[in-house]
């Protein structure tokens, strides 16, 4: 028995894994809530990218057995550093529309000071202010306006104190580049997602009908794609 991991998006929860876990029915399943993410602004001890690899990696600990991790856009880059960091905690892992980390020094530093500027945004002018903005970025524009409202409601439920938190700590440009070898994995990207399709490469998983966020656009493709669900 592979139990399963799941990490979420920026912005988003365990929630947002709720019909995929159904199409994949996997006995044990794991998903914690990322920094920032548990409706406070509570460190829990960290302050570097590393540190919540190394904190998510413990709360695994206690699984019974090597397992498959699955991680969506930020919570594939933590996947990733998982993998890099801790491979003994893991069977395979599969990064969902997951950037592999920035190597040029300048493009860091852009995408620090843009992050600087959400940051200012959510404590400035909060929630409601920051969401309007975040969901109009060309990155969702595959989805359905069901699906952006029912995100839209989520989104808004998020203390904006805590997604500050995570811009500064797990932003992009901060992130480590990790380099990861004793794991198997997997690259699975949206079809009209073309940023991260030329990212992920001719290797990655490519799901049909599919933007940047597969998990919420197309889950029973997503789960076929992950080795479950059923072709229906």
């Known amino acids: 028995m592979t139990p399963l991991v799941l990490l979420h998006g920026f912005t988003q929860s365990a929630c947002s894994f709720r019909e995929l876990i159904a199409e994949l029915s996997p006995e044990v399943v794991f998903a914690p809530a990322l920094l920032g993410h548990d409706g406070t602004?509570?460190?829990?001890?960290?302050e570097?990218?590393?540190d919540?690899?190394?904190?998510?990696?413990?709360?695994?600990?206690?699984?019974?057995a090597p397992a498959h991790l699955v991680g969506y856009s930020l919570g594939g880059r933590v996947a990733r550093g998982i993998a890099a960091r801790h491979p003994d905690l893991l069977a395979r892992v599969?990064?969902?529309?997951?950037?592999?980390?920035?190597?040029d020094d300048g493009e860091r530093r852009t995408r620090r000071a843009a992050d600087a500027r959400w940051r200012e945004l959510l404590e400035g002018e909060g929630i409601a202010a920051f969401v309007e903005r975040?969901?109009?970025l060309p990155l969702f524009a595959s989805q359905s306006e069901e699906l952006?409202?029912?995100q839209r409601r989520a989104r808004l439920e998020h203390d904006p104190r805590g997604l500050a938190l995570s811009l500064e700590v797990?932003?992009?440009?901060?992130?480590?580049?990790?380099e990861v070898s004793d794991v198997p994995v997997t690259l699975v990207v949206g079809e009209h997602d073309d940023k991260f399709r030329t990212l992920a490469g001719d290797t990655a998983v490519v799901i049909e009908g599919a933007g940047h966020n597969p998990v919420l656009e197309?889950?029973?493709?997503?789960?076929?794609?992950l080795g479950g669900g059923e072709d229906r």
């Open 170 to 178: 797990l932003g992009l440009g901060v992130m480590p580049r990790y």
């Open 94 to 103: 599969s990064l969902v529309s997951a950037h592999p980390g920035l190597v």
């Open 218 to 225: 197309q889950p029973r493709r997503l789960a076929q794609a």
């Open 134 to 136: 975040w969901e109009a």
């Open 48 to 50: 570097t990218f590393d």
């Open 52 to 64: 919540e690899v190394d904190r998510i990696a413990e709360l695994m600990r206690p699984l019974a």
């Open 148 to 150: 952006r409202a029912a």
């Open 41 to 46: 602004a509570r460190r829990h001890g960290v």
